[in-house]
């Protein structure tokens, strides 16, 4: 039978602020009917609230006013890099952190200033790190002893100051699953802990960079605040240390990874986590930056699927949908959970039954819930799986030569579509055939 600790259809629509069931329209995002954008854009669509966009934004700039740290907020573009979702979070004040030249050139298009975005990531190109010193971004996280010294000769190049942040790796396991933990000695990110001191003044004596502080990520979906606390320790002791060695530390990037309750587990929210960043940094005069991205855009997104058959196998119910892996990866690639939940009101009350919901991708691992207890929904019903605004669209495929989906958002009782649905032929439209095949 499914798991205990999943919940309910009706459960799921309760926990959820923005979403809500109404007898004749069905479930409502935010207030609009999902069935309408449906109806006007076909499945599978991904619809995002902008309203819950700037409401979960909102409350973690509280959070961290309340705990007198006043650190900035800036989105992690990778968790999803639509223009009308960056646009939104810029125009709520956010910054950016970007990992690529196409994050920072985004960023730059849906508005977000050049001294409001910090470029991290291991495997910076000299044509990226060129971009971030001509655009004047407000800092480089370092991530090597190697990349610090590519920094300096592109600088130097160049004939520009660039500002940097040590990246330190403080071999802290946050507890999440393997393929998104960053913050352990094997990981690929960051400088151990005791080389730091000496980057920082090898950085410090070169003539075109200036090292303004220290950053750290330990990983994503964090579910508890040991991790952080542990993290945050370490980095704060670097900081002394580098003062006391005579060094200028005025920034502390700290990251993001706060995790989401895709089964409404609980889990600390915004309040936590600036209670840890307080505890750590309250006292070292230095201006701080937190990257959250899951934790903003994720329960604000989700994505329509219609059911194509009801196939079975014995006891067994195969739920098929016209949404797969190429769509929404995560299930298939983390195990993820996502809360499935239908579009009709009718179907929403039914008695749940174990089913198997997936794609029709020729993969097994093109399965979006085993075993789940969901009403009987026959060919042609909708569901939306929830809380998948973050590494959902971004990480989509064409893979099946499967165009890529549709997506609209809600904004104050109106929606709009943000990205049209891909048309078949784009999938080859930048392909050649050699003149020598027949």
């Given at each position: ?85 960056l646009r939104v979070f810029a125009e709520a004040g956010a910054g950016a952190d970007v990992v690529s030249e196409g994050e920072l050139l985004r960023v730059r ?91 920082y003044a090898r950085a410090a004596g070169l003539p075109f960079v200036r090292p303004v502080g220290l950053a750290v990520h330990i990983g994503s979906q964090i ?216």
């Amino acid at each position: 039978m499914p798991g205990d600790s999943d919940p309910t259809v009706a459960e799921l629509i309760a926990a959820r602020p923005d979403l809500s069931i109404h007898a004749m329209d069905g479930l409502l995002l935010s207030g609009i009917p999902l069935n309408a954008v449906a109806d006007a854009l076909g499945t599978p669509t991904w619809v995002y609230s902008a309203d819950a966009m700037r409401a979960r934004f909102g409350a973690l700039a509280a959070a961290l006013e309340r705990a007198g740290v006043g650190a900035h907020i800036h989105y992690a573009v990778k968790a999803n890099d639509h223009l009308a979702i960056l646009r939104v979070f810029a125009e709520a004040g956010a910054g950016a952190d970007v990992v690529s030249e196409g994050e920072l050139l985004r960023v730059r298009a849906a508005g977000v200033a050049p001294g409001r975005i910090v470029f991290s990531g291991v495997g910076k190109t000299a044509r990226e790190l060129r971009l971030a010193m001509t655009e004047d971004i407000a800092q480089i996280n370092i991530e090597s002893a190697e990349e610090l010294a590519q920094v300096s000769a592109i600088a130097a190049a160049l004939g520009r100051t660039a500002r940097v942040a040590l990246r330190v790796n403080p071999d802290i396991d946050a507890g999440t699953h393997a393929k998104i933990s960053t913050g352990r000695a094997g990981d690929k990110f960051g400088i151990p802990a005791a080389d730091v001191t000496a980057l920082y003044a090898r950085a410090a004596g070169l003539p075109f960079v200036r090292p303004v502080g220290l950053a750290v990520h330990i990983g994503s979906q964090i579910a508890t605040m040991a991790p952080y606390r542990a993290a945050y320790a370490r980095v704060a002791e670097l900081v002394r240390a580098l003062r006391a060695a005579g060094h200028a530390v005025d920034t502390l990037d700290c990251g993001g990874g706060l995790g989401i309750g895709y089964r409404d587990e609980p889990l600390p929210g915004p309040a936590a986590l600036a209670g840890a960043i307080a505890g750590a940094f309250r006292d070292l005069d230095v201006g701080l930056i937190v990257e959250p991205g899951r934790w903003l855009i994720g329960p604000a997104g989700l994505l329509l699927a219609e059911v194509v058959l009801v196939k079975h196998a014995g006891a067994r119910r195969f739920v098929v949908l016209d949404a797969a892996m190429n769509d929404l990866v995560r299930p298939s690639m983390y195990d993820a959970w996502h809360g499935i939940v239908p579009l009709g009101a009718a179907e929403a009350a039914g008695t749940a039954e174990p089913a198997d919901i997936v794609g029709p991708i020729c993969e097994s691992g093109d399965t979006f819930a085993r075993n789940r207890a969901l009403p009987p929904l026959a060919p042609g019903a909708r569901v939306a799986i929830l809380d998948a605004g973050a590494y959902g669209a971004v990480m989509s495929s064409v893979y099946n030569a499967r165009p890529l989906a549709a997506a609209a958002m809600i904004d104050a009782g109106r929606w709009a579509v943000i990205r049209d649905r891909q048309p078949v032929e784009a999938l080859w439209r930048d392909e050649r055939i050699p003149d020598w095949l027949p």
